[in-house]
């Protein structure tokens, strides 16, 4: 069993800065990846970006070049790093953990999840 829980969210302008935490108890060492999504309201869950347990990551698009994923094994906590937020990016993140499958870029594969923070981005 993983256990997560995601903090660092808030409302912010424009431009502005937020890292998000996501600290793991349990087995994390069996996953085979980590990621955080973001769900905004009426819309479908999406990827943001993902660290496999290589250490090698990917990010979304719409992201990349302003977010940053990385972890720190001996805190065992996982971390986005966003900078230039933008209206859109605003919306309910989740960190997730998969254990089941290199599948890692569809949601359903991930067995554990947090319960989310929220991310508001004013213009």
């Known amino acids: 069993q993983v256990q997560l829980v995601e903090s660092g969210g808030g409302s912010v302008q424009a431009g502005e800065s937020l890292r998000l935490s996501c600290a793991a108890s349990?087995?994390?060492?069996?996953?085979?990846?980590m990621g955080w999504f973001r769900q905004a309201p009426g819309k479908e869950r999406e990827f943001v970006s993902i660290i496999f347990r290589d250490g090698s990551t990917t990010y979304a698009s719409s992201v990349k070049g302003r977010f940053t994923i990385s972890q720190d094994n001996g805190k065992n906590t996982l971390y986005l790093q966003m900078n230039s937020l933008k209206p859109e990016d605003t919306a309910m993140y989740y960190c997730a953990a998969n254990s089941r499958s290199w599948s890692c870029y569809s949601g359903p594969q991930y067995n554990y999840w947090g319960q989310g923070t929220q991310v508001t981005v004013n213009s």
């Open positions: 349990g087995q994390t060492s069996s996953n085979y990846c």
